[in-house]
């Protein structure tokens, strides 16, 4: 009889939820970027009044750069997942291999161990 026994555990995989500190992050940074007044303070000139069409501008800048923000948080935090996923997989791709790898010196065993049987029975009849 074979029994495969793996003595280690799987990997536990990272859970960006558990760790949500940097997608809070660029979260925060994408909601400051987009702050009208933040990109409406380079378009002043000395000595000159803003106008309707510098927050206009600075609207739209603002519009960009928190939808860029949003973007890039959501995209790390996918990336997180991702990388988690693959070492996840890596890890039960190594178990796996040494679960067959152990299979195999087990089936290998017990076919020594038939063909010793054997060698004995043939070997006790040819006494008799």
Known sequence: M??????????????????PSPFNAGMAQ??????????????DRPGMSRGAGQRQHAGAKAATAMADGIADAYGQQAQQANTAA?????????QEQF???LGALQQQ????????????????????
């Not at 555990?9 to 939820?17: A, G, K, N, V």
């Not at 994408?30 to 380079?42: E, F, I, M, S």
């Not at 065993?109 to 008799?128: D, E």
């Open 2 to 19: 074979n029994n495969v026994n793996l003595a280690q555990p799987p990997l536990p995989s990272y859970d960006y939820r558990a760790n």
């Open 99 to 101: 679960a067959q790898a």
């Open 109 to 128: 065993n017990a076919y020594a161990n038939a063909m010793a049987q054997l060698q004995r029975a043939g070997a006790l009849s040819g006494l008799m």
């Open 30 to 43: 994408a909601h400051a970027a987009g702050d009208v007044r933040y990109n409406l303070k380079p378009l």
């Open 86 to 94: 693959l070492a996840g997989l890596t890890a039960e791709q190594g």
